[in-house]
């Protein structure tokens, strides 16, 4: 199971953008596929974007054309670049794996703050 440790999260005026970091505790390869995740106040949290070992990538249908999730294999880093923000953005993001058998507790997140 995977450790994570989420940064990168602040505030932004509508149209900018943050680079989410994700640093993985054990070799990202080894991972069937990592996310990230987004809990807004009062909601639930979804998983909007994902990336496979095979460079496989899926994004929700609310984030698609201005998000990129990203790795570097090195550093086990998973990204996650965030263009256009919006303030429906507003959540703490989350990182982990995708796959049951793979995920492990969910970390302290980072929040991101869109003002319009």
């Known amino acids: 199971q995977v450790q994570v440790v989420e940064s990168g999260g602040g505030l932004v005026q509508a149209g900018g953008s943050l680079r989410l970091s994700c640093t993985v505790s054990?070799?990202?390869?080894?991972?069937?596929?990592m996310g990230w995740y987004r809990q807004a106040l009062g909601k639930q949290r979804e998983l909007v974007a994902t990336l496979a070992s095979n460079s496989r990538r899926g994004y929700a249908d609310s984030v698609k054309g201005r998000f990129t999730i990203s790795r570097d294999n090195a550093k086990n880093i998973v990204y996650l670049q965030m263009n256009n923000l919006k303030p429906e953005d507003t959540a703490v993001y989350y990182c982990n794996a995708v796959a049951l058998q793979d995920r492990g507790d969910w970390g302290q997140g980072t929040q991101v703050t869109v003002s319009s």
């Open positions: 054990r070799s990202i390869f080894s991972v069937t596929a």
